[in-house]
């Protein structure tokens, strides 16, 4: 609780500049070396990715078409007006952001915290709740309830391929999605608030 929501919700209320990545970056490291230290296995092995791929593409379906009817004018508003940030995000979002946060929100909660939540739904349920949580620091609903839902789905594929890489592959995917279709204004830092 003090981990994930004391320091986390002491985080936000402070609005430390910079966001959340310079110290998710430094947390990474370090729980790359407690997971190693703990022999967790195939936190690099990736397998899966069909089921992921074919359910990335239905929601991006739906998520265009959403945005398409009820935003067009910021529908690939990125994309359009600023590509090279766009281009930016593409590639740096994936490892500066998306694999910390699976290090930590599904590497390392769900093995450390597994003796008291045991291996299943409570665990899973633990790992998206946290990980929507730290999405408060957005300033906006939409965020917090999309996590949740992404946070779900990450700590069940986790669970089901056992492998870290696949579950950063697919957040990515969904992260790269937002930006592309015009929500990553609900998703940087200092969102809405």
């Not at 999405?135 to 986790?158: D, K, P, Q």
Request: proline share 5%; hydrophobic share 55%; aromatic share 14%.
């Amino acid at each position: 609780m003090l981990l994930f929501f004391g320091l986390v919700g002491l985080y936000i209320a402070v609005h430390v500049p910079g966001g959340p990545i310079p110290v998710l970056l430094p947390a990474a490291v370090a729980i790359v070396i407690y997971l190693r230290r703990q022999s967790v296995p195939r936190l690099g092995r990736v397998n899966g990715l069909k089921g992921v791929l074919a359910l990335w593409a239905l929601v991006s379906a739906l998520t265009v078409g959403a945005v398409a009817l009820f935003d067009r004018e910021n529908l690939f508003i990125l994309p359009r007006e600023n590509p090279g940030l766009w281009l930016l995000i593409c590639v740096f979002y994936p490892l500066a952001s998306v694999y910390p946060q699976e290090l930590l929100y599904r590497g390392f909660l769900m093995h450390r915290y597994a003796p008291v939540f045991g291996a299943g739904k409570v665990v899973a349920a633990a790992s998206a709740v946290a990980f929507g949580f730290a999405h408060l620091l957005f300033g906006n609903v939409i965020a917090v309830v999309a996590t949740i839902v992404g946070g779900w789905l990450f700590a069940r594929r986790y669970q089901s391929t056992g492998s870290l890489l696949t579950v950063s592959i697919e957040h990515a995917l969904y992260g790269i999605t937002i930006f592309t279709v015009g929500l990553g204004q609900y998703f940087y830092h200092g969102a809405g608030a």
